[in-house]
T-cell receptor, first 113, second 113 residues
């Protein structure tokens, strides 16, 4: 089984709808991250969390919110989706040890019409 | 302003030859650098890292070189194999301990058989 899972893997929705993307991990890591990937822009950090009670904004948090329900679960919500939120979304985890490399989920492809 | 840049969006190399992927950064406070590899429909996977106290780190066919004065790092793959065909991202982080990595835009490597 995959260490970092994301659901759904693909989602098509309409402008104005509320969407939740979910991430679960079995690696036992405290740190979790949400990124979006857009063509030509690489990976950009939306939110990150170092433990259940710690939530921090990344570089592009506007229009998004997150919830850290447990050490293993970190959800990303789009309260009112808009077309420019169409992107590939990745969840990642890290133990924060050494170089703190991150382990990524398989991604969720979100299309907002 | 992009703090981590990968100026070559794509690179093609013959199997068996060397692949060199480049990455430039602007923030002299970055002290950890990572390379990730990403296949289609999968999340990025960690490949190799280097800290600012070193100028070279090697792991099998993969070597990363860091030139701090030039704010430049490069990933060398020798010999290149068709299975190395993927998108490669470099990422950089500072000393705050947050392990908030800033990613480059990626370089698509194609290894020709």
């Amino acid at each position: 089984d995959a260490d970092v899972t994301q659901t759904p893997r693909n989602r098509i929705t309409k402008t104005g709808k509320r969407i939740m993307l979910e991430c679960s991990q079995t690696k036992g890591h405290d740190r979790m991250y949400w990124y979006r990937q857009d063509p030509g822009l690489g990976l950009r950090l939306i939110y990150y969390s170092f433990d259940v009670k710690d939530i921090n904004k990344g570089e592009i948090s506007d229009g998004y919110s997150v919830s850290r329900q447990a050490q293993a679960k970190f959800s990303l919500s789009l309260e009112s989706a808009i077309p420019n939120q169409t992107a590939l979304y990745f969840c990642a985890t890290s133990d924060g040890i050494g170089v703190g490399e991150q382990f990524f989920g398989p991604g969720t492809r979100l299309t907002v019409l | 302003d992009q703090q981590v840049k990968q100026n070559s969006p794509s690179l093609s190399v013959q199997e068996g030859r060397i692949s060199i992927l480049n990455c430039d950064y602007t923030n002299s406070m970055f002290d950890y650098f990572l390379w990730y590899k990403k296949y289609p429909a999968e999340g990025p996977t960690f490949l190799i890292s280097i800290s600012s106290i070193k100028d070279k780190n090697e792991d099998g066919r993969f070597t990363v070189f860091l030139n701090k004065s030039a704010k430049h790092l490069s990933l060398h793959i020798v010999p290149s194999q068709p299975g190395d065909s993927a998108v490669y991202f470099c990422a950089a982080s500072g000393t705050s301990g947050t392990y908030k990595y800033i990613f480059g835009t990626g370089t698509r490597l194609k290894v020709l058989a």
